[in-house]
């Protein structure tokens, strides 16, 4: 077998090293009557010519984003990588390294580290970001989870306007560890009152921007209210790139900023693996989970980098971690911290502008039609349109006139009243023609 | 109080005269941080000027500057080659590290996890348009409870950890349906457990009660018995276990627990070890989840991304969080929300870790049923290969027994010589190999755990095994220098992690203004 | 000289006329290594004999230290938040870490005077 080294005269010799007779004793341990005789009920091994063959036709069933006009948004955004992304992460040292716990031998990640919190940092206007966290949902109950050790309160204020999945990560996460949480309801125009839900018991307040219906948000009155009750402003943003457009977490006066970066560097992969942004106030840092990368020297004086603030750790904090979180989503941080070295601030602004100057014509293409309204006021890459007809089975229509035309909302906010709005994304990749396919299927099935 | 702790900052060595005026050492190479290099008035990236249009932006326009290099393409590949070059890598060289299973990463799963039909499909397109990438979920779910014997995944975990948090949430869920949520507030957990497990148990609101291990390393039914109590909720079990070892008792002991109306939670970082040998759900688990970077093979990326699906049993099946994917008709669908459901809620926005997926089912899929016994094996007779040619010269915790895919070695062996474990982990280093897992498990004094995977030839085995011995006589023969100087051809020699810890600096800021 | 007594936590308790001042002892702080970061106890906090009174940090490792008496904390020693290294330096003059006024001052026969502490971390090994 290809991946298997070892052959059957070399096995013999190494038991007979061993000193027993066959495989089996070395598996003695195992009740007699719970091991497994035959060979698991699955086919045996294949190629890697009947391994690609059999895959290929599983990807063939799937509709691929590049290969029709695509709007969609809602917290995953399809981006152009270069292509030296993608050859960069899957260089062996990077790819098949571990965890820098031999930080002599492991300078290369550690390195990459510290750059991308930098960038991290200097991108959600923060004083100190982490390693990564798994994504932007985590991040986010993570976040909340670390208001509450900071203030010593356990109740939660969430906006109407975050992204519902990450608003039930929070709420599975409070239920599970006892604490309170407050959801408003979803708040389509960003005109939700959600400094009156602040009191005493807060810990937090919970807020998005863009949010999950692409209105940009002026936070910074959301944080003057939470300060004058001592909670802190959690600000999330699930596109990275939205954050060259509109203000930062850190300008607005957040206290914690989290996102998904996804949006830069990494495929949209059906979800997953994507990478968590994690950053707060330096004063804030002995309360973060996740790994952080810190600057020192070596024996010989050379400036060298090395995981560090260990001690908040599971592994050797354990049950009084500040998060049980071991692994961060590393080649993921890298493919994003490459994206964005390419890009420097002068790249990611104009990238930011071209994004929302796509969004403003599709937005202004579709508005055109009748009956079709567009209800953001405000928006970066992302608007709400409304159109008299349910939006899923707009988006279906869509989908058979080869279209992917946005998530309707009902999808994760089934019951909120808000079926006939679909969320529609445009980001660099989409053309005059993408555009102009997507309008005329729209009117076309409205007719 | 907690007194193991060891130096951190390594004496000043002389500095090595710089022979060379760039400060290289042929291809070592040293390399400044990309705010040193890149400009930050350039970009790397062409992008056009979009044509003048309506802002819309109002006035939620970004006020502060934001200040961040670009780097040309031939700069930015400069950079991270250079970089990666001061990095260890299993494609270059054996990996030991005990509990971490860092076997190889077929390229083939690189190439599969890169197909457009499974790279570029958005996680919210219609259902109907992503049928190929809910095939997926389907057949990896299938291939897990067929290797375990369980009746239920949740796949959505992101990694180990989380994974763990999901098994427990179940549990709780499971036992607050009982009734019983305010009186079962404990969960057991034996000494020798990796620190994420008591981390997930305080994460959802348990105390920790700690079982310890007995003089042969595993646990008893007898130790079990006496710390269960009406108040437990859960056990919390690695298997094997942090030492190597097989739970022997493992059966007994989950009959004990659910007698007492608790439940089995499995650790299932050490999988590898029994794939094709034995399945959890024939040994009385409850919940387990699978490191799909370990036992499945997907690239550890520098420290991520993992997976961590879960494992279920029947009874904890009902308490499974969403997204799962279920087979209507001809057709997949996926369900999303708890709604009449007893499910206690959601792990992580969208589905879980579908390009890690792609490539663990490209993994089965190439070793199929007899490769992935074969692989089991391999692992188990690799390791004890390792034990049973060093454990003359280095002393075993639990005596001269066989061990599973791993094998421990404690420091009593180095007693009388002045060194440290972390001593011969650093020459290791000038070797040329990565050092095997320090300093855990933690019942163990100076603890040295090799898992070499079955990924490795016997030839490099056999240089890995005659360098450790070298070493070990080396040590017991007071060499020192040898070891307290390590390592000397790294990279970088023994860094400075106190100064790290008392003034962190953790991003890079100008000294000087631009 | 004032008295000092030890607990087989390694904790040490300086006696001042009705206070004592708390610390971890020289043989704590060698084991610890580079001590990277301290947490003291809030002043007015009360605390029973054996209770988590305050955290000791190294690279690898957290302590927790545990009060060696009962009583009120009536001061803390703010020198080691801003300069850890001080317990390393000094654990039982500048590296102090709290001082208690002593509710039961009879508890303290239950610990180890200098010389049995001294017995009793040879035993350790």
Redesign the interface.
């Known amino acids: 077998m290809r991946y298997l080294p070892l052959d059957a005269s070399e096995r013999e010799a190494m038991l007979t090293r061993i000193g027993v007779q066959d495989i089996e004793a070395l598996f003695a341990d195992i009740p007699a009557d719970k091991r497994i005789e035959d060979l698991l009920d699955m086919p045996l091994g294949k190629s890697e010519m009947a391994v690609e063959r059999a895959m290929t036709a599983i990807a063939g069933r799937s509709v691929a984003a590049g290969s029709v006009p695509f709007f969609l948004g809602a917290g995953a955004y399809r981006r152009h990588i270069p292509a030296t992304v993608d050859h960069l992460i899957q260089r062996s040292e990077f790819l098949t390294s571990y965890t820098p716990y031999q930080p002599e031998i492991a300078q290369g990640t550690l390195q990459v580290l510290f750059e991308f919190q930098t960038q991290v940092a200097a991108l959600t206007g923060m004083e100190v970001a982490n390693a990564s966290m798994y994504d932007g949902s985590t991040a986010c109950g993570e976040a909340m989870l670390m208001a509450h050790r900071l203030t010593r309160r356990n109740g939660a204020v969430i906006s109407g306007g975050l992204h519902p999945q990450y608003a039930d990560v929070c709420a599975t996460l409070a239920h599970m560890a006892g604490d309170r949480i407050a959801r408003l309801a979803p708040d389509l125009k960003a005109s939700e009152g959600i400094a009156a839900a602040i009191d005493a018991e807060t810990s937090c307040v919970i807020v998005q921007s863009p949010d999950f219906f692409g209105n940009p948000r002026d936070l910074t009155p959301i944080a003057e209210a939470a300060h004058a009750h001592g909670a802190l402003l959690i600000a999330v943003f699930t596109d990275p790139v939205a954050l060259a457009a509109v203000r930062s977490p850190g300008e607005m006066s957040a206290d914690i900023a989290v996102g998904e970066g996804q949006g830069l560097g990494n495929a949209l992969n059906f979800g997953g693996p994507y990478v968590g942004l994690f950053a707060t106030r330096a004063k804030n840092v002995r309360q973060m989970p996740g790994r952080l990368a810190g600057e020192t020297v070596d024996a010989e004086g050379r400036r060298s980098f090395v995981l560090t603030l260990s001690t908040r750790e599971q592994h050797i904090r354990r049950e009084k971690a500040t998060s049980n979180i071991c692994t961060n989503s590393g080649l993921c941080a890298l493919a994003f911290s490459i994206h964005l070295s390419l890009l420097g601030a002068v790249g990611l602004e104009r990238l930011a502008k071209v994004n929302h100057a796509n969004a403003v014509e599709l937005a202004d293409r579709l508005s055109a039609i009748p009956s079709v309204e567009v209800i953001n006021t405000h928006f970066f890459n992302e608007f709400v349109m409304r159109t008299p007809r349910p939006a899923a089975e707009l988006t279906e229509a869509l989908a058979g006139r080869g279209v992917i035309g946005g998530l309707p909302v009902s999808r994760l906010l089934p019951g909120a009243g808000l079926d006939d709005c679909i969320i529609v994304a445009s980001t660099e990749t989409n053309t005059d023609d993408d555009r102009a396919a997507y309008a005329r299927a729209l009117a076309d099935w409205l007719r | 109080m907690n007194v193991q702790g060891r130096p951190t900052r390594p004496e000043t060595a002389a500095a090595q005269p710089r022979e060379t005026f760039t400060g290289n050492r042929g291809l070592d190479m040293e390399e400044a941080l990309i705010f040193e290099i890149g400009r930050f008035d350039a970009t790397g990236v062409d992008i056009d000027e979009p044509a003048p249009f309506q802002s819309k932006l109002g006035p939620h326009a970004r006020q502060s500057a934001l200040r961040l290099p670009g780097l040309a393409e031939p700069e930015a590949i400069r950079h991270y080659v250079r970089l990666s070059r001061n990095n260890y890598s299993i494609d270059a060289g054996i990996y030991p590290l005990g509990s971490c299973t860092m076997k190889h990463n077929p390229r083939l799963n690189e190439k599969m996890a890169r197909l457009p039909g499974f790279a570029d499909v958005h996680p919210l397109q219609p259902v109907s348009t992503a049928q190929g990438a809910l095939e997926i979920v389907e057949a990896l779910s299938n291939a897990l409870l067929i290797m375990t014997g369980m009746d239920a995944v949740a796949m959505s975990p992101k990694a180990g950890a989380h994974g763990e948090l999901c098994g427990m949430m179940a549990i709780k869920a499971a036992i607050e349906a009982r009734g019983e949520g305010e009186t079962r507030r404990v969960v057991l957990v034996p000494d020798s457990a990796h620190g994420t497990n008591p981390a997930t148990a305080a994460l959802i609101g348990y105390s920790v009660r700690s079982i310890p291990a007995g003089e042969d390393g595993i646990v008893s039914v007898e130790a079990v018995r006496a710390a269960l109590a009406p108040d437990v909720a859960a056990i919390m079990l690695t298997n094997p276990n942090t030492c190597g070892l097989f739970e022997r008792e493992i059966v007994g002991i989950a009959d004990a627990v659910h007698e007492a109306g608790a439940y089995f939670y499995c650790d299932g970082a050490n999988f590898n070890a029994i794939v094709g040998k034995t399945r959890p759900g024939d040994l009385g688990v409850d919940a387990m989840h699978i490191n799909l970077h370990k036992t499945f093979s997907t690239p550890h990326g520098g420290g991520g991304p993992g997976a961590g699906p879960v494992v279920m049993s029947s009874r904890l099946a009902p308490y499974a969080p969403v997204p799962f994917v279920k087979r209507e008709g001809g057709a997949l669908r996926l369900v999303e929300h708890t709604q009449g459901r007893e499910s206690f809620g959601r792990m992580c926005a969208f589905h879980g870790q579908m390009g890690m997926f792609v490539r663990a089912l490209s993994f089965i899929l190439s070793h199929g049923a007899d490769g992935l016994r074969q692989a089991s094996e391999d692992a188990v007779l690799s390791a004890n290969y390792v034990r049973a040619s060093l454990n003359e010269v280095m002393s075993a915790p639990f005596g001269d027994r066989p061990c599973m895919h791993e094998v421990l070695f404690d420091d009593r062996w180095l007693k009388d010589t002045g060194l440290t474990t972390l001593d011969f982990a650093k020459a290791m280093i000038d070797e040329g190999y990565h050092p095997m897992t320090v300093y855990f498990p933690l019942i163990v004094h100076g603890a040295m755990l090799i898992e070499p995977t079955e990924s490795e030839s016997k030839a490099s085995l056999d240089l890995f095994i005659m360098t450790l011995r070298d070493l070990a006589t080396a040590a017991k023969a007071e060499k020192r220098e040898r070891f307290q100087s390590a390592p000397v051809h790294a990279p970088r020699r023994r860094l400075d992690e106190t100064r790290a810890a008392r003034q962190p600096v953790l991003s890079w800021t100008r000294s000087q203004p631009a | 000289m004032p008295e000092i007594r030890y607990s087989k936590?390694?904790?040490y308790v300086r006696i001042e006329g009705g206070e004592g001042v708390v610390g971890?002892s020289d043989?704590?702080q060698q084991?610890?290594?580079?001590v990277?970061?301290a947490e003291t106890p809030p002043v007015g906090k009360a605390l029973k004999k054996g209770d988590p009174a305050a955290v000791?940090?190294?690279?690898?490792?957290?302590?927790?230290?545990?009060a060696p008496a009962s009583g009120e904390v009536v001061a803390v020693n703010s020198e080691v938040e801003s300069t850890?290294?001080l317990i390393n330096e000094d654990a039982l003059g500048r590296g102090w870490l709290f001082r208690l006024k002593l509710a039961d001052p009879s508890e303290l026969a239950g610990l180890m005077d200098e010389t049995a502490y001294g017995e009793y971390v040879k035993t350790l090994g």
């Open positions: 936590d390694h904790e971890i043989y704590a084991q610890l290594g580079d990277v970061f000791v940090e190294s690279v690898k490792a957290a302590s927790d230290v545990f850890p290294g």
